[in-house]
């Protein structure tokens, strides 16, 4: 059992652009009215922050367990506000045969932070938004996977997963979701010999909502947005040419909503892959390739995927390079936002270990996407005849873009081998096109963390 504790100082700025008016991208001007203009309250804290921590571990030759928790007592002392956030994470892995192992997963997370701007990459599928505001929320994340290793390189997966979102305070200004998420999913890997092998899988995912607004505050009104999303990919990877694979993907998503006044929704992707393996330390990655989308009953668009990425390692630094366009569809930010999205990326990752225990990192990355939102929804009533009517259901869209710029550096320092402390600041600028979605945001923590075996069983 590990027990340890951890200090730190968090200051924190957010300051919105309170301009009177923004252009949409069809050129009409979206003017911010009296109400707009007062729910631009700008965020900040200045905050120190307690969190001990208690860890259990416990490790077999056919399982092993894993529970933390970590409850921290925050205080502004600007403010005086304070609160407790909590952090409870707990996983179990057990082989019942050499070649079938089952993982069991728990996570729970109470807080009002902002989000973690310091991985390029995510390993969730829900990626929460606060281009609204910084609210206070609780999610918990639950899931089995059942993995069966038939031959080599290849494995069979089973997996279910349940995650809740729950925003505590209602903000006045802005809306916000509640769900519930459920999601399925099948996968398999095959490995046919040395030079072939093929991935292939399927998910779906079930999305329940209870509608939060400062509308529905007040009337108890809700507004339908339940839906299901099937996702399939499948990928045939070829290693024929030595330090050169080649890859060939197509994914599929398919949205459909239970609110009649909404269309279903597809997204097609087909992506050729390359990469070079030009030395140990150096690695080259290319893919494109066509995109579909078609919403029900309109007339379909084509596009582009790309990817491309360029990681290069030293003796004690490593710097990778990347660069995506594409576009997506995400229901589950917390937001609202769950219309298609066209988007390019890049970012740039440096790491540097100065000293055995003294690391230091830098990032930045830039965003550019154009976001769809629905501004009206209505069933209109026709007559057909003489004697009958036809009703129509109409979704109004409109495209806005916004575009993100996020630099930051963290550096973490571990001396008298138990205590580690660590100093991170993040900048993010944001311009959008639609209102109450511009501002400037920084953030600094500085924290002092000590961890340590307790006693072991």
Known sequence: MDGGISVGYERYDRRYDKNNSSE?????????????????????????????????????????????????????????????????????????????????????????????????TSTDSVQLSDNTARRKYWTNNAGLVSEYTYWEDSLLSLGYMYGILENVDVDAAASYDNYDRHESSLSVAHRFDSIWRMTASAKYVRGLYDKVTAETATSGDKIDQDLSEYRASTMLESN??????????????????????????????????????????????LGGGPSYQVTEGQNGDWGYNANAGIKYSLEHSSIGVTATHGYDRQNFTGTGENGLREF?????????????????????????????????????????????????????????????????????????????????????????????????????????AMEKELFSW
């Not at 239970?258 to 990469?275: E, I, K």
């Open 24 to 120: 949409s991208a069809d050129g009409v001007a979206e003017v911010a009215t009296t109400k707009d203009l007062n729910a631009l309250q700008d965020d900040e804290y200045d905050r120190i922050r307690i969190a001990p921590l208690i860890s259990i571990s416990s490790l077999s030759a056919r399982d092993d367990v894993t529970l933390s928790y970590s409850p921290s007592f925050r205080y502004d002392y600007e403010t005086f506000d304070h609160n407790v956030d909590h952090d409870l994470s707990a996983k179990f892995n057990r082989f019942l045969t050499r070649s079938w192992h089952l993982k069991l997963s728990e996570k729970y997370l109470l807080t009002d932070a902002v989000l973690d701007q310091t991985s390029s």
């Open 240 to 285: 024929h040419i030595v330090h050169n694979p080649l890859s060939v993907s197509y994914s599929f998503l398919e949205v459909a909503y239970d609110d009649a006044t909404r269309d279903t929704s597809f997204l097609h992707d087909v992506t050729l892959g390359w990469q070079w393996d030009v030395a140990k330390e150096y690695r080259l990655k």
């Open 344 to 448: 390019s990326q890049a970012r740039v990752d440096y790491l540097h270990e100065i000293h055995q225990d003294l690391n230091l990192k830098m990032y930045a990355s830039y965003r550019y996407e154009d976001q769809e939102e629905i501004t009206d929804q209505k069933i209109v009533t026709a007559n057909s005849g003489a004697a009958t009517t036809d009703n129509q259901s109409i979704t109004e869209t409109s495209v806005f873009n916004r575009q993100q710029f996020v630099a930051g550096t963290s550096a973490g320092y571990r001396f008298w081998h138990w205590y580690t402390v660590n100093l991170s600041y993040n900048y993010l600028q944001q311009d959008s096109e639609k209102v109450n979605e511009s501002y400037d945001e920084h953030c600094l923590v500085l924290s002092l």
